[in-house]
């Protein structure tokens, strides 16, 4: 007798195609599929169940990732007791079925089939560049066609036209079978909508937008129809031009905060394409266009890969040995610590880099140097959020993992823009926006999620920039006065003194929605409606990104969301949360790996004895006891004459970070400033080592993703440039007289878990195993944390904070009359130093000024014009778009061009707790000038 086999998600394997999605049903049924007992969630289609079994069933318009759609009629079965031949991809299984899935019959009618696909399929296999990877092909072989009986001669497709217009993709209609895996793929995973099935029956085709081009239409370039097509149809370029790949390495996108993981295909040591992992923890499967297809960056003929130096910024770089340059640098380093002591040098981490060699630069910096002066990029983007929520639930760190927003009933976005900013999470927030949770904004532009195809938001806050805590306060406000806080959880989760103190202060008049309405320029009734939302829906889950952060009171405003979810209840359990939408591919790793000057690796303060004394024996060193100074603490020194020496590992401060005339003026006071980057990028300008960088492709070693995921970075080619990061850094450790003699990344990370409580269990091992784990990981958490604070805060009881709302000094005035928030769009990322140097640049080439009509018609501005834009900081010049996406009195930017010079013009304010740069307000005036003589 057969044994029944039973449905055990973990068990498959997700690279296979199970034909349709996975059921969620606690109800379980057992059919049969020829003779073969299998027990699957009630629900599940015949297919997937065949599957399972090992039985697959051949098949064209299924595949595993969107809804089965029973158009092509080649995955017909027999079942017991039932006329016909359903089709397998839209049957569900019932309890006792018995299915046949290779009979005489089905054979005859699934050759039946094929014939007329490929009567009307141009035959051309052998040039074709999928032979060899298409479904097509397959399920000709798997039905066992051997000749065609209806010639081509009758009407046909076979002349259908060619779009080429994407940079990334081709469209070849003559190819197509019309399955319309593409159209769903683009509905219900990427949730654009941007292609339709138009005309009806032997007409009909499928066509992007209003029968546009790609170029022209509503598509993102995500490559979900791409990876969906299960013919030549829609094809990668790259795989036309360099052929089929013949190996594969799995990875992790180097981008944004999301970490999807991919599988790299090559052909020997050249990518052919990156496929989004279906395995990958944070992705699922899915990409945006930067992942999928930007990756040319790192075989850029600008790239750098031998070692430079010069003796003053003024003379020209000359290329060295890693051997000279290192000695080169460490002399000078050693020359300052004498001459000028040990805090007279310091470094700067980067959050594109790996953990690893994140980690040994801020050794590097506390061992080698002797001083706590390290910082990283993390200062500029997300360290409000460190201090916030650790003050608040005890750990800097997002609550949830991505997966958990399909548990949400609304959803609360604060100064975020995930379709762009880290689309793949977006499409899964969209996909749980089209099942029916509700939506509440909180943002000065109008973000593409307040509405898009299916999906609007319920609630949009439109505040002015610089008033969140405002309107926080004003929500929580209304959640206190109106009895709708979650008593039972306050009470056994919280500090009662602290709670007490908070709801005394939010429950004052200053704080009503009534009250704020006048300072944030939101209808009270709008907030009172969206808190009532929120507290009343079930599963509230805040996500939020810089422009939460990047204020002079982004530190306040992440503590007044961590407040608003502790007073609703919504903290420990999937759908709830509040989540940080990290910027960098690393910037949660590089804050984790002791990257501040008060922290060592897992947020442990340096000033505490007997952490410090566990890393003064790990590391044989004595170890500082004071913080070191930050960015701006450093950059101030320089200036003043005493900060003479700075390491910087890929992170572009002179383009980056805010006052960019005050980071000139500081790096040109240095005697000695090395960097380490891919390109000669605008710090580089500044510098006198450069030390060539790898790119992702060739890196090995872990990025941890905004929901604390672990992933790893394997190298798919050979190095360009004969060194690791982290191989510099301990080759410049060593030369300057503290020897860190690493054999490999992985031994770094055993290094690391020794060290830090929430790795304990992570190795490389570990993540081979598993594939991708979320810190804590130990023998409590063996397998990660998905979700943290599930039956205690991890500081114990969650404390409230009172969050007084203190307006900005950068206020509009008759001189300066408008507010400028900045942001990011989907093709570019940060400052462009990747993305502008592959096709992206084709959907956004310059940086654009986009303003309300009143605005510009005030200031005899039209679309297109030029206008220079001028703060207390700096001026600079770009092109304007009218744009009703913003409130008038406020203009919005992005910084991916340093032509733009975003930056001039923002000025030094800061967050009040951890000097984050307040980006995201700016008092400006703008007029119209001629177009630049360089534009
Ligand atoms: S690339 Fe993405 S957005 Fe464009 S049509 Fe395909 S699925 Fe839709
Ligand atoms: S383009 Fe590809 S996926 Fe879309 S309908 Fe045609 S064959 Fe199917
Ligand atoms: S969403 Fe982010 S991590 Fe994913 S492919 Fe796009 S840029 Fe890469
Ligand atoms: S795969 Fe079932 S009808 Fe096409």
């Not at 839209?90 to 299915?99: K, L, N, R």
């Not at 259908?160 to 469209?171: H, I, L, M, Q, R």
């Not at 790898?694 to 190298?715: M, W």
Request: proline letters at 5%.
């Amino acid at each position: 007798m057969n044994m029944v086999q039973q449905f055990d998600p973990a068990q498959l394997d997700l690279s296979q195609d199970y034909g349709t999605p996975a059921m969620n049903s606690e109800v379980e049924v057992t059919v049969h599929i020829d003779g073969m007992p299998v027990t699957v969630p009630e629900g599940t289609s015949v297919m997937r169940a065949a599957a399972i079994a090992g039985a697959n069933i051949p098949k064209l318009c299924a595949t595993d990732n969107v809804e089965a759609f029973g158009s092509c009629r080649l995955c017909l079965v027999e079942i017991e007791g039932r006329n016909g031949t359903p089709a397998s991809c839209t049957t569900p299984c019932q309890e006792g079925m018995s299915v046949k899935t290779q009979t005489t019959r089905l054979d005859k009618l699934r050759k039946g089939v094929m014939e007329l696909y490929i009567s009307d399929h141009p035959l051309d296999c052998l040039t074709c560049p999928a032979n060899g990877d298409c479904e097509l092909q397959d399920m000709a072989g798997a039905v066992g066609l051997r000749d065609v009986r209806y010639g081509t001669e009758g009407a046909n497709h076979l002349a259908g036209a060619k779009d080429e217009s994407n940079p990334y993709f081709t469209f070849d209609t003559s190819k197509c079978i019309v399955c319309s895996r593409c159209v769903r793929a683009c509905s219900e995973v990427q949730g654009t909508f941007a292609l339709t099935i138009a005309g009806r029956g032997f007409g009909s085709r499928v066509s992007p937008s209003e029968q546009q081009p790609f170029l022209e239409s509503e598509c993102v370039s995500c490559g979900a129809c791409v990876q969906a097509c299960p013919t030549a149809t829609l094809q990668e370029k790259s795989v036309i031009e360099l052929g089929v790949p013949s190996r594969k390495v799995k990875t992790t996108c180097a981008y944004c905060g999301v970490g999807c993981s991919f599988v790299a295909e090559l052909r020997g040591d050249e990518v052919v394409r990156m496929v989004p992992d279906k395995q990958g923890g944070a992705n699922a499967g899915h990409s945006c266009v930067k992942g999928r297809f930007a990756w040319g960056y790192a075989q850029h003929q600008d790239r750098i890969t031998t070692p430079m130096v010069r003796d003053s910024i003024d003379a020209a770089w000359r290329e060295v040995s890693w051997e000279e340059a290192i000695g080169f640098a460490a002399d000078r380093f050693n020359a300052i610590k004498a001459s000028h002591g040990v805090d007279a040098i310091g470094g700067i981490t980067s959050s594109r880099c790996t953990n690893e060699e994140v980690y040994v630069v801020q050794k590097m910096v506390r061992a080698a140097f002797g001083t706590n002066n390290v910082d990283t990029c993390a200062r500029v983007c997300h360290s409000p959020t460190g201090y916030g929520l650790k003050q608040t639930f005890g750990t800097s760190a997002g609550t949830q993992d991505f997966a958990s927003v399909q548990h949400s009933d609304v959803m609360m976005v604060i100064g975020a823009n995930p379709t762009d900013a880290h689309p793949v999470f977006g499409s899964r927030m969209k996909r749980r926006l089209r099942e029916g949770a509700d939506l509440i904004v909180i943002d000065p532009r109008s973000i593409d999620l307040v509405r898009s195809p299916h999906v609007s938001a319920e609630h949009h806050l439109q505040l002015l920039p610089g008033t969140n805590v405002a309107v926080l306060n004003a929500v929580a406000h209304v959640v206190a006065s109106e009895g709708l806080i979650d008593e039972a959880f306050v009470a056994e989760r919280c500090d009662r003194v602290s709670f007490k103190a908070w709801e005394d202060f939010i429950r004052l008049p200053e704080n009503s929605p009534e009250t704020l309405e006048a300072v944030t320029g939101v209808p009270a009734a709008t907030v009172r409606a969206a808190a009532r939302a929120f507290a009343t829906a079930g599963n509230g889950a805040i996500y939020y990104g810089l422009g939460v952060t990047e204020h002079s009171q982004g530190s306040t405003m992440v503590m007044a969301m961590a407040n608003l979810a502790m007073a609703t209840g919504n903290i420990g359990r999937l759908g709830v949360g509040v989540n940080p939408l990290r910027g960098q591919n690393n910037v949660q790793g590089s804050c984790d790996m002791g990257s501040f000057p008060h922290e060592f690796v897992g947020y442990r303060h340096v000033s505490d004895d007997t952490v410090r004394e566990q890393f003064s024996q790990i590391w044989g060193v004595t170890l500082r006891e004071e913080p070191g100074m930050r960015i701006p603490n450093m950059l101030d020194s320089a200036v003043s004459g005493r900060f003479k020496g700075l390491y910087i590992q890929g992170e572009d401060i002179a383009q980056s970070d805010p006052n960019t005339q005050h980071v000139a003026a500081a790096l040109t006071a240095m005697d000695c400033v090395i960097v380490q980057d891919l390109f000669l990028n605008e710090t580089a300008q500044f510098a006198h080592v450069f030390l060539p960088g790898t790119s992702f492709l060739e890196k090995d070693g872990t990025f941890t993703n905004a929901e604390r995921r672990i992933n790893r970075v394997r190298p798919v080619m050979t190095s360009r440039t004969g060194r690791s990061e982290w191989e510099a850094t301990c080759a410049l450790s060593e030369a300057m007289g503290y020897p860190m003699p690493y054999e490999s990344a992985a031994e770094i990370m055993d290094e690391i878990a020794e060290l830090t409580p929430t790795f304990a269990g992570v190795s490389f091992d570990l993540l081979d195993e598993l594939g991708s784990v979320q810190w804590p990981c130990n023998d409590q958490a063996p397998s990660g944390t998905p979700i943290m604070h599930k039956d205690r805060f991890v500081r114990g009881e969650g404390q409230f904070m009172t969050t007084p709302y203190v307006p900005t000094d950068e206020r509009s005035t008759r001189k300066f009359p408008l507010l400028l928030t900045t942001g990011r769009i989907l093709s570019q990322y940060n400052v462009g130093a990747q993305t502008r140097r592959t096709e992206n640049v084709v959907w956004h080439s310059e940086d654009l000024l986009d303003i309300h009509e009143a605005d510009a018609e005030a200031r005899g501005v039209k679309d297109g014009d030029w206008v220079e834009i001028a703060s207390r900081a700096g001026e600079t010049k770009m092109r304007v778009r009218i744009s009703d996406d913003i409130p008038a009195g406020v203009v919005y930017t992005t910084f991916h061009h340093p032509v733009s010079g975003t930056n001039v013009i923002t000025t030094d304010n800061s967050d009040w707790a951890t000097n984050c740069p307040e980006y995201k307000v700016t008092a400006v005036q703008i007029r119209p000038v001629s177009e630049p003589a360089l534009a």
